[in-house]
């Protein structure tokens, strides 16, 4: 059963007390916040999760793009942007929620309500880092890495990336530098604009009833796509709340047939979109946990969120039939010709085991290794690219910094979680669903 109680959204808990609250000397109470009758623990966790998501939205009027999705009461979004504490103070109280947390977690039984008190722990910690980051304070790409997103990478050096280089130049053999022979061959695989809107919707269909199939999506949910230009991103997912996502593609570059299955699936079914979706029906709708209205960036949210995004494009199109669909339906709608061997599917798989060196390129460039041209010059020989999307992909680490670890490492812990002991396909889909429907964090990847 769910009552409605007032909770200020800056009130801390009493170091003696934790089922009371001390309202704030200059805060007062905002809005009414939906929670259930709880112990005096989980009362106090409901009551940190409110500051928490106050503070999130200070620290967002600071940091434009901090905060990736908002979808709780207006109101509070108004008042956080009507009189945000200055960054000293919300670092302060960043940390003063840590503790607090620290205390109500010893005070908890319910594994689930464990795991939200961590969750939490995690996304102040990330929030302690970007504070001190705005003010200043650098740390190593892995120290970043880490105190953001929960996980602290290892990186081959570049050399290792050398004989899958080899392997991709006996697939495309000839005269100049490797990337540009590779961009040339991909080039003949470009959807045409006018066909863009075409192919990315029996693309999106796709991934969508595959999805659909194994993992229950709430009544009512729809998305909205907009080609865009100017974006340092190929494709980005607005979640909206109330189950509606806006999705946007960048045509900045000529896009190739490869990416309409891979945005559709990463940025919609079951990857963004279905992730949010999720999170809304099942946390924050059936538990009232107002934590997970809000979503910053730099946090180990996001690590699980393009780790479950990447992941789910092999998760919906297992094997052969990626590329089955992309040679029977999609290559038609976009009036590509259909080639007659499967030369284009194993260059597509030899490149992505060379993304790996877009990691190592990105934390030498940020720890001051190399310069921002030898980065440039690095990304187009590793990820055999243009000069155009080598630029693209460095703007990205500029803007973005050790986030780009998300990817291929969130990828790859996923798919450790999701396909370890070798389950079946709807089990699998099963450990999809509890990813995306409860408050994970890198670690519970590891957990056995």
Known sequence: MRKFIALSLVALLSGCAANETRPSATKPDLASLDVRRTPASTKALDEIASAYLRLSLEIGTHEPGYIDAYYGPPELQKAAEAAPRDKPTLLAATRDLMAEVDVAARRLSDPLAKRRAHFLRAQLRAAETRLQMMQGTRFTFAEEAERLFGVRPRLKPLASYDAELAKI???VPGEGALADRVEAYL???????ERLQKTFD???????????AHIPMPEGESFRLEFVTGKSWSGYNYYQGGYHSLIQVNTDLPIRLSRALDLGCHEGYPGHHLLNMKLEEKLVKER???EFSVYPLYSPQSLIAEGSANYGIDLAFPE?????T????????????VPSDDRYWQLLAAIKRASGARLTIAQQYLDGVIDRPTAVA???????????????????????????????????MVRAYVERGRPSRDEMWRRMAKIVSEPTLPSDLLAR
Do not use: H
């Open 169 to 171: 130049e006996a697939l």
């Open 288 to 290: 009232g946990w107002a």
């Open 187 to 193: 080039d003949a695989f470009t959807i045409p604009k």
């Open 326 to 337: 992309e040679r029977d339906v999609l290559m038609p709608i976009a009036e590509i010709a």
């Open 378 to 412: 690095l990304t187009q020989k590793y990820l055999l690219v243009s000069p155009k999307r080598a630029e693209q992909s460095v703007s990205f680490t500029d803007q973005y910094r050790s986030y780009v670890i998300n990817y291929g490492l969130g990828e790859t």
């Open 202 to 212: 029996a693309a999106i269909a796709r991934c969508r009833g595959r999805s659909m």
């Open 320 to 324: 052969s039939s990626k590329a089955d």
